[in-house]
């Protein structure tokens, strides 16, 4: 039966455990030190779906689904990754016979572990002559060289190439029936044998043997100090990760008296989980590659985000532990027990009792926090589902509620909202009157309406998005879909004041706008702006504002499809489709759009960046109302990048890319060329 002896020519092997005692120590100890810089953020519950948790490990984790959309780094992550667990696997199963009295490593199993461990542990010995030549060869800007990763990748290297010259050996020295399955092992000792002696195979043997050991025994017991904990804490990550709509910032309950504070300003006012993500983070710098604000020029780099405040909880941690220490001795001293004198001693445990650093200022600069676009490309292409956006919101809220420190042009938008309900400050009183002077009725002239369709503020003040509203009226009309509008009853949906950080007032034009539809009996909203989109369906459920909520390319799509609208298609058109953050990356809706322009016979050109990858045209996270001052545009990169492909048209789904990308052809001098057109205006083109 296929099997080999286990310990073969080592004497005193029971050294492992208490070298492995000693290792796990360490392991343990290391990994305490990181739990308790956790625990010094606020409690949350994320274990609401395990079921889901375990899927994601599977599939993210083991699977690698997201680290392998980038090739080169995917693969060499697969290879090590895999390698290892394969080769843990062959050391417990070897462990469980020789200590556990289990007769297992035998027959099958033991070919299997044989043909795995050679051909993975030969792939992560690949993977690790990557992972060295793109760290310190090729040398991607995303990449910050550190001590500690040119340690690790020595010491795994060390000990894959010990392990294997460990087996070649043995096998040069005895007869291995079996030596063809261990074929890595077996090449080596085609080399030693007939050039070592027995004698010097046999010392050479248990030199390696024990040198391997303890190798592996520093891998454990330093594994919590170094980047490699990410392979623990990354599947983690992915098990506690936020599910469902995304992007859905906390609420604030404005009439609770107890709250003293807004937002967050302070490393300890978050979360446990916003502290474990930036100790899970694996620095791959995916994010920075993705980040529009990054790639324009700006200061924002949301890796650096992460990392300067996976450095602040250091810091916090061991000033804590130094206080602690200060209260600890008179306590000690008097009788007094320490747990006692640190409740005792209240405020001393600030921030700024202890001497750190401001988080907002010092640690982020503000000018970070106000370049971000809300995009969440940099979470979407994260391997393990690191949170970024919702610490900008919340300590862009504490800016705006506590501080009103914000960009003065945020405080024009801002009153305008609030006096007129738009961010372009005209006259509420007109709201409807573009729309009622096409012929769209009012809910109080139509009650029986089936779907409110709600233009948003562009579609109802912009004039380049009017056009937009003109098209999508046209096509409903001759659909024969019955709609009304609210008029003068609707207001902002407050999206851009609530990424902007005026909690307070989206929650009132939030509950303002649901107690009107409620009040009419609204149950299906079709909105034409993904912004207005996302935060009727996925965030005024907060409010108790339960709608059904659908946009416009979804709703043209069905129309279509069902030919309650008919179409004249007119080949011979090519076209790029800009996917909108908050339609795409927010809603995962890609398809329809697409397939709109299909419908009407255009070929489509995909952008360098598209889908889920797509570039941000710059108007996101209240941007739209923001100066643009330090780099490149954002729009015009995001342009360029529509030209390049050779288009006539340029399609979108959103009034905010639209005057974005509209102004980037202007700005390169192309709009005699090409065109920016909403879906609805390339569909009523084509209406037959």
Not at 50 to 78: C, Q, S, T
Not at 319 to 343: C, M, N, R, T, V
Not at 650 to 677: H, Q, S, W, Y
Request: hydrophobic share 40%.
């Amino acid at each position: 039966m296929a099997t080999r002896q286990l310990y073969w020519n080592i004497e005193g092997h029971y050294l492992i455990y208490p070298l492995f005692l000693i290792a796990m120590v360490f392991f343990v100890y290391g990994f305490y030190r990181r739990y308790r810089l956790w625990k010094l953020g606020q409690p949350e519950n994320r274990w609401q779906d395990i079921g889901a948790g375990i899927k994601d490990v599977l599939v993210y984790g083991f699977g690698h689904k997201r680290i392998l959309k980038e090739k080169y780094p995917g693969w060499m992550h697969f290879f090590i990754f895999w390698g290892f667990v394969l080769l843990a696997f062959a050391t417990v199963v070897v462990a469980l016979q020789a200590d556990a009295g289990l007769n297992i490593f035998h027959g099958a199993l033991y070919i299997f572990i044989k043909v795995t461990a050679n051909l993975f542990g030969l792939l992560a010995f690949l993977g690790i002559l990557m992972a060295a030549w793109r760290r310190y060869v090729t040398r991607p800007d995303r990449l910050d060289n550190k001590p500690d990763d040119g340690f690790m990748l020595g010491l795994i290297f060390l000990i894959l190439l010990t392990g294997f010259c460990i087996e070649g050996v043995r096998m040069a020295a005895v007869h291995d029936p079996w030596a063809a399955y261990g074929f890595v092992g077996d090449g080596i000792a085609h080399l030693l044998r007939g050039n070592l002696s027995e004698g010097t195979l046999l010392g050479l043997h248990r030199f390696l043997w024990w040198f391997h050991l303890l190798l592996a025994m520093v891998f454990i017991g330093y594994f919590p100090y170094s980047k490699l904990f990410h392979v623990i804490l990354g599947p983690l990550n992915q098990f506690f990760r936020k599910r469902g709509p995304i992007g859905i910032p906390e609420l604030i309950d404005f009439e609770d008296e107890s709250l003293e504070t807004y937002g967050k300003s302070k490393l300890r006012e978050f979360s446990w989980k916003t502290l474990f993500n930036t100790d899970a983070c694996l620095r791959c710098g995916r994010c920075q590659d993705n980040c529009p604000a990054y790639l324009s020029g700006k200061h924002l780099n949301p890796k650096r985000v992460i990392q300067d405040m996976r450095i602040y909880m250091e810091e916090t941690g061991s000033a804590l532990e130094e206080a602690k220490k200060k209260l600890a001795a008179p306590a000690q001293a008097s009788g007094e027990s320490a747990a006692a004198a640190e409740d005792a001693a209240g405020e001393a445990f600030t921030e700024e009792a202890l001497g750190l650093r401001a988080l907002i200022g010092e640690v982020i600069p503000e000018e970070d926090l106000w370049a971000c676009t809300t995009c969440r490309s940099c979470e979407e292409q994260c391997p393990i589902f690191v949170e970024h956006v919702d610490k900008t919101i919340d300590m862009r809220r504490n800016l705006v509620l506590m501080e009103s420190r914000f960009p003065s042009e945020a405080q024009l938008a801002f009153r305008n909202m609030e006096n007129n309900g738009n961010p372009w400050g005209i006259g509420w009183t007109s709201r409807a009157d573009f729309l009622t002077g096409l012929g769209v009725p009012t809910y109080e002239e139509n009650p029986e309406a089936e779907i409110l369709y709600w233009p948003g503020c562009s579609g109802a003040f912009d004039s380049r998005n009017q056009k937009v509203s003109a098209a999508l009226v046209k096509l409903l009309q001759a659909a024969g879909v019955n709609f009304a509008i609210l008029g003068n009853a609707e207001k902002c949906c407050g999206d851009s004041a609530r990424k902007l950080g005026n909690e307070y007032l989206f929650y009132s034009l939030a509950t303002e706008n649901i107690e009107v539809m409620k009040g009419y009996g609204v149950k299906k909203i079709l909105t034409q702006c993904p912004h207005c989109f996302n935060i009727l369906r996925n965030e005024y459920p907060q409010f108790g504002g339960e709608f059904e909520v659908v946009h416009h390319t979804e709703f043209l799509a069905d129309l279509v499809k069902s030919g309650k609208l008919k179409l004249n298609p007119t080949p011979g058109k090519t076209v790029t489709y800009h996917d909108s953050c908050y339609l795409g990356r927010y809603n995962k809706i890609y398809a329809e759009p697409r397939t709109l322009l299909r419908e009407v016979g255009f070929e489509i050109k995909e952008m360098a960046h598209h889908h889920e990858k797509s570039f941000c045209c710059g108007a996101g996270g209240g941007r739209m109302w923001l100066e643009e001052k330090e780099g490149e545009r954002i729009n015009v990169m995001r342009t360029d990048e529509a030209l390049a492909v050779g288009i006539d048209l340029v399609g979108t789904a959103c009034p905010f890319c639209l005057t974005m990308i509209g102004d980037g052809i202007n700005a390169r001098g192309a709009e005699e060329k090409v065109k920016a057109l909403d879906i609805a205006e390339i569909l009523e083109q084509a209406r037959a």
